[in-house]
Antibody, heavy 116, light 111 residues
Framework: QVQLVQSGAEVKNPGASVKVSCKAS????????MHWVRQAPGQGLEWMGV????????IYSQRFQGRLTMTSDTSTSTVYMDLSSLTSEDTAIYYC?????????WGQGTLVTVSS | QSVLTQPPSASGTPGQRVTISCSGS????????VNWYQQLPGTAPKLLIY???QRPSGVPDRFSGSKSGTSASLAISGLQSEDEADYYC????????????FGGGTKLTVL
């Protein structure tokens, strides 16, 4: 069965960076692209970007241009999301999610808290 | 401000039929398919409808999707208490370098 297992919760100081991992299993890793979506407390879903795992290229939301990097390691079927220059507005649950059609499988989410 | 516009709330009684709208533009809904997600409290979103009107395996046929022009709708018939959740529409936005746009979400209350 398809599973996306994300790394654990993080607490970061303003200005720092965070790297969240997402390990996929149960399907051919490079056959599906992977999205990252975040959700601030009490708010809606916000798309961050997508990484194409067959070639490694990425498309990022303009809101995160310059401070968001998505990478992958095909040897471990793991995708990474690296967000820099954190502010309190980046406090959210971050989800990795497979592009299916539709975003068909979601990770359990990783809470990132930015606080001094 | 979301690119796709949904009503913030909707409600219905058990057994009723409820529809949730999603309004976009020619850059997104007007030229691309629409997906719908259900998010129960404290859980990750779940794909409910893909390609505008297709249900993934396991999703009851009480849920249906449609699209007309630059608007889409999710219909839930035979409303049940377990349908109380947040619902989000989404579509690729061709006008923004190929980015995914989400609606702001609709909280459905079963009275």
């Amino acid at each position: 069965q398809v599973q996306l297992v994300q790394s654990g919760a993080e607490v970061k100081n303003p200005g720092a960076s965070v790297k969240v991992s997402c390990k996929a299993s149960g399907y051919t890793f490079t056959s599906y692209n992977m999205h990252w979506v975040r959700q601030a407390p009490g708010q809606g879903l916000e798309w961050m970007g997508v990484i194409k795992l067959s070639g490694g290229s990425s498309i990022y939301s303009q809101r995160f241009q310059g401070r968001l990097t998505m990478t992958s390691d095909t040897s471990t079927s793991t995708v990474y999301m690296d967000l820099s220059s954190l502010t309190s507005e980046d406090t959210a649950i971050y989800y990795c999610a497979r592009d299916g059609p539709g975003i068909d499988y979601w990770g359990q989410g990783t809470l990132v808290t930015v606080s001094s | 401000q979301s690119v796709l516009t949904q009503p913030p709330s909707a409600s219905g009684t058990p057994g009723q039929r409820v529809t949730i709208s999603c309004s976009g533009s020619s850059s997104n809904i007007g030229r691309n398919t629409v997906n719908w997600y259900q998010q129960l409290p404290g859980t990750a979103p779940k794909l409910l409808i893909y390609n505008t009107n297709q249900r993934p395996s396991g999703v009851p046929d009480r849920f249906s999707g449609s699209k007309s022009g630059t608007s889409a709708s999710l219909a839930i018939s035979g409303l049940q208490s377990e349908d109380e959740a947040d619902y989000y529409c989404a579509a690729w936005n061709s006008g923004l370098s190929g980015q995914v746009a989400f609606g702001g979400g609709t909280k459905l209350t079963v009275l």
